[in-house]
């Protein structure tokens, strides 16, 4: 099974309103942290917001949250007011021990595009 | 404050050439450190992961080897590329402000013809 799906190949909104971006994942890990990435064109890979499995309320960074929804395995990343600059692909990432290592499992992204 | 760097940038390669990519980190000692595969489009697949100096562990079976002499240093080799080999390949290690975080280099993009 995937341990993170993203199924959205590709999303548009328009500027200054809000996106989410879907994520779902798969772990026995109960301890286990969530993450989005950005990654523009130049290919770098920028941390955007992270959420821990025992945190309890939603994780917010600025224009971005996340909105945690555990029972249903689901962390998806809300943009708000979006930004030309936003457009670029997003991944969705998971964190769990297998080994006693920390491993982390990447989505397939979702390529935003931020039309003015 | 910690820095992590690859090389080369990017990278041309005829089929059957052997392959070296340098990973190194600074400002940290003793990293958690990770490569990872990106193919055109997709996301990002584990390939190798490192707890310490000579400890390499292997994610999926492929063409590809890891090394860390150093601490601070891991390299991805191969003895003969294939063209399956081509993509953006990204060190790793972890640590930092939020909890087992991970932070990324530049990456190196690699053509494999």
């Known amino acids: 099974a995937q341990k993170i799906t993203q199924t959205q190949p590709g999303m548009f909104v328009q500027e200054k309103e809000a996106v989410t971006l879907d994520c779902t994942y798969d772990?026995?890990?109960?301890?286990?942290?969530l993450f989005w990435y950005k990654q523009p064109s130049s290919g770098e890979m920028i941390f955007l917001i992270y959420?821990?499995?025992?945190?309890?309320q939603n994780a917010t960074e600025g224009r971005y949250s996340l909105n945690f929804q555990k029972a249903r395995k689901s962390a998806n990343l809300v943009i708000s007011a979006s930004q030309l600059g936003d457009s670029a692909m997003y991944f969705c990432?998971?964190?769990?021990?297998?080994?006693?290592?920390?491993?982390?499992?990447f989505g397939s992204g979702t390529k935003l595009n931020v039309k003015p | 404050s910690q820095t992590i760097h690859q090389w080369p940038a990017t990278l041309v390669q005829p089929v059957g050439s052997p392959l070296s990519l340098e990973c190194t980190v600074e400002?940290?000692?003793?990293?958690?450190l990770y490569w990872y595969r990106q193919a055109a489009g997709r996301g990002l697949q584990l390939l190798f992961y490192s707890v310490g100096i000579g400890q390499i562990s292997s994610e999926v079976p492929q063409n590809l080897s890891a090394s860390r002499p150093q601490d601070r240093q891991f390299i991805l080799s191969s003895k003969k590329l294939l063209l399956s080999d081509s993509g953006f390949y990204l060190c790793?290690?972890?640590?930092?402000?939020?909890?087992?975080?991970?932070?990324f280099g530049p990456g190196t993009r690699l053509t494999v013809l």
């Open positions: 959420q821990g499995s025992y945190d309890q």
């Open positions: 772990t026995s890990d109960p301890s286990y942290g």
């Open positions: 790793a290690w972890m640590g930092g402000r939020v909890d087992h975080e991970q932070f």
């Open positions: 990432a998971m964190r769990e021990k297998s080994d006693n290592f920390n491993k982390f499992y």
């Open positions: 400002g940290t000692s003793n990293p958690n």
